[in-house]
């Protein structure tokens, strides 16, 4: 059974660097692209973008290139860096595995990291 | 990026009950619909893709329909450990989005 888990500072000041790294465990991290979701209560679930465990990437456009992804397969690990946050960045951040059945879908997701934007 | 569409915002049911929820996609997004579940505290619960396959392991009580901008995820004969918030995602365009959510209380 995958296992994955979000790890990274729970607190970031405003217009600084955000950092998490997904660790997947059970599973090998090649063969399948791996997102970034987060949630919050007012905008609710939003994607940030994908890595595939080649590297390339996909980003949303409304994080207006401030994303960033990296992925380690020796660690099997994938990351995140976001830059330039406020307090509207605050959110618990998710990473989640797309579906081979369906390719934009998540079958897999850590369990979450809490990020906080405040001084 | 499409706006997707969930109604109500939630409503109370009871276990057994049959209940209906809906999704609406600001386009046409064919069939390319996805559907989750989501307890407190934990992470969405894929349950349906291609806006009516069942994700292996989700109980049959589950079903999906629709096509281009309506669908509904139905359940059955509710049981408790189906009381959650549900979210529908578009696959269709890019960006992937979710709807705002559905929460089912009791």
């Known amino acids: 059974q995958v296992e994955m888990l979000e790890s990274g500072p729970g607190l970031v000041k405003p217009s600084e660097t955000l950092s998490l790294t997904c660790t997947v465990s059970g599973g090998s991290i090649s063969g399948y692209s791996w997102s970034w979701i987060r949630q919050t209560p007012g905008l609710g679930l939003e994607w940030i973008g994908y890595?595939?465990?080649?590297?390339?990437?996909n980003y949303n456009p409304a994080l207006k290139s401030r994303a960033t992804f990296s992925v380690d397969t020796s660690k099997n690990q994938f990351s995140l860096t976001l830059t330039s946050v406020t307090a509207t960045d605050t959110a618990v951040y998710f990473c989640?595995?797309?579906?081979?059945?369906?390719?934009?879908?998540?079958?897999?997701w850590g369990q979450g990291s809490l990020v906080t934007v405040s001084s | 990026a499409i706006r997707m569409t969930q109604s109500p915002p939630s409503f109370s049911a009871s276990t057994g009950d049959r209940v209906t929820l809906a999704c609406r996609a600001s386009q046409d997004i064919t069939g390319y619909l996805a559907w989750y579940q989501q307890k407190p505290g934990k992470a969405p619960r894929l349950l349906m893709f291609a806006a009516s396959t069942l994700q292996h392991g989700v109980p049959s009580r589950f079903s999906g329909s629709g096509s281009g901008t309506n669908f509904t995820l139905t359940i059955s004969c509710l049981q408790s450990e189906d009381f959650a918030t549900y979210f529908c995602?578009?696959?269709?365009?890019?960006?992937?989005?979710f709807g705002q959510g559905t929460r089912v209380d009791i």
């Open positions: 989640a595995r797309h579906s081979r059945a369906s390719y934009a879908t998540f079958d897999f």
């Open positions: 995602q578009q696959y269709y365009y890019d960006p992937p989005t």
């Open positions: 890595v595939h465990y080649s590297g390339t990437s």
